[in-house]
């Protein structure tokens, strides 16, 4: 018979087995969440890299081909003050990418018979000036004429302020057309502003009320919504900018100023679901969907620029607002989507959009930044040194020691890391500047790229004190 003291030994040794078995599955069990990378998610890692390292860009990406998302992540931090890492949940505010969803409730709208783009403005707006001769179709595609209020001189003063969205059209309702409707393009997101009020008048709901029962519900997007600085959205996203050395965050914005042309937020995988929706025809007619799609003047359809890009077919739409840049982009013949949603003002965020479709297209690019720089001739160097002028103020490009440096007005010397023979990256600066050369060769002009901005610098010549003239 067995003593005491082997029981208590052999239940030991069941029980430990027990644990090593249940350790095993749990170990199982969570190996997917731990699978290798995709070769499409280690080419993008590879080409982030540099950026990732010298701290210039932070978000989201998703990008599918076939109807299969290859990588969905984030990179970077969401908010730098909690150390919040960036994920494929995080919230982004759209800017511009809103006009997509503002452009499809105007048609479906039209397809339940409601409204129809043909109609003049003055039906839904009847006081606005000129509105018997703007029709919703001018609206839709910016050739309406109507003054882009985000151009307005007070515009940087009042978008902090409370407004309702009579209050934001009164801004701009009594300001002169720049042109006759219909003749030409003009991008203007007052226009998607007076749609956005067309959409509440026809539908009977607040813009975001229709947006929400016939577009998120219907998607399941239910990280999507329009944004307001007093609602607690999960996962939201901070947006920054970069100023010299210093990250900062955006300065505040009321976003119902935006209204249907900047006003909403998603993430990647929403935004995703939102592609796919309206390709499966979920939510408009065959022919609503080809009318969106249909450039006019400005390459612009309804809510959508349609051009090509690398002699492939391109739907897409960019956005920018106070600390975020976003865009979409549907290769449609190719059926590949890339969604990158940054809350960092970055001024390579533009170039990596490009470059990420290139990626998902299988075509080869070249290193957004190369950190250390490349060897460039010293003669080529030279070609370079000069005096510019950097809004009204000189700035100086000089050679040292086989290397150039930049500086201006109480500003010390920063040496700056070529990237070719006529780019250079600024590193304190957050910029690249670049050096075109004229038909004959001659560089007479820079220009400084920071964020979104490209700046014109006209090299000119310093006059002469006299104390060394002959």
């Known amino acids: 018979m067995k003593g005491k003291a082997d029981s208590k030994r052999e239940e030991a040794m069941k029980r430990k087995t027990l644990c090593l078995v249940l350790s095993l599955l749990t170990f199982l069990a969570v190996q997917p969440l731990f699978s290798e990378p995709t070769p499409l998610e280690r080419d993008v890692d590879r080409y982030l890299k540099p950026l990732l390292d010298e701290d210039l860009i932070s978000g989201s990406i998703l990008i599918a081909r076939k109807g299969k998302i290859e990588l969905s992540k984030g990179y970077g931090l969401a908010n730098r003050e909690h150390n919040v890492p960036c994920t494929a949940e995080t919230v982004y505010r759209l800017a511009s990418v809103t006009k997509t969803f503002t452009a499809a409730a105007v048609m479906i709208l039209q397809d339940r018979g409601l409204l129809k783009v043909d109609d003049p403005l003055s039906k839904y707006i009847p006081d606005y000036p000129g509105g018997d001769r703007i029709t919703l179709h001018h609206l839709l595609n910016h050739t309406a004429g109507v003054i882009n209020y ?115 937020y998603s993430t990647v995988e929403d935004m995703y679901r939102w592609d796919r929706g309206l390709m499966a025809g979920k939510l408009l007619s065959p022919e609503a ?14 809510g959508w620029f349609v051009r090509e890009e690398f002699g492939h077919r391109l739907i897409e739409h960019r956005g920018g607002i106070n600390g975020f840049l976003t865009m979409i982009q549907r290769f449609i013949d190719d059926d590949v989507v890339v969604i990158t949603l940054f809350n960092y003002v970055s001024t390579f965020a533009r170039q990596v959009n490009r470059d990420l479709a290139a990626i998902a297209l299988g075509l080869p690019v070249k290193p957004v930044l190369i950190p250390e720089g490349v060897g460039v001739e010293k003669e080529k160097l030279a070609e370079l040194e000069g005096t510019y002028a950097v809004m009204e103020q000189a700035y100086t490009v000089l050679m040292e020691e086989g290397a150039l440096y930049f500086s201006g007005p109480d500003q010390p010397k920063e040496k700056l890391i070529p990237q070719s023979e006529v780019t250079f990256y600024l590193r304190k600066g957050n910029a690249l500047l670049h050096f075109p050369r004229n038909e004959a060769g001659v560089v007479e002009r820079m220009i400084y790229q920071q964020s979104e901005h490209l700046l014109p610098c006209p090299k000119v010549k310093v006059e002469s004190s006299g104390k060394n003239d002959a």
């Open 150 to 264: 985000s151009a307005l001189h007070d515009h940087y003063r009042v978008w902090a302020m409370d407004h309702t969205l009579d209050q934001v059209i009164d801004r701009f309702k009594n300001e002169p057309l720049r042109f006759e409707p219909g003749e030409r393009f003009e991008y203007s997101n007052s226009g998607y502003v007076l749609l956005a009020r067309v959409i509440e008048i026809a539908s009977g709901q607040s813009f975001g009320d229709f947006l929400k029962a016939n577009i998120f519900k219907p998607l399941g997007m239910t990280s999507s919504g329009v944004d307001s600085h007093t609602k607690v959205i999960p996962h939201r996203a901070t947006g920054h900018y970069n100023m010299g050395e210093e990250i900062i965050q955006a300065p505040y914005l009321y976003m119902e100023y935006t209204s249907g042309a900047g006003a909403l």
């Open 289 to 302: 969907l080809e009318k969106m799609y249909t450039p006019g003047q400005g390459n612009y359809g309804y």
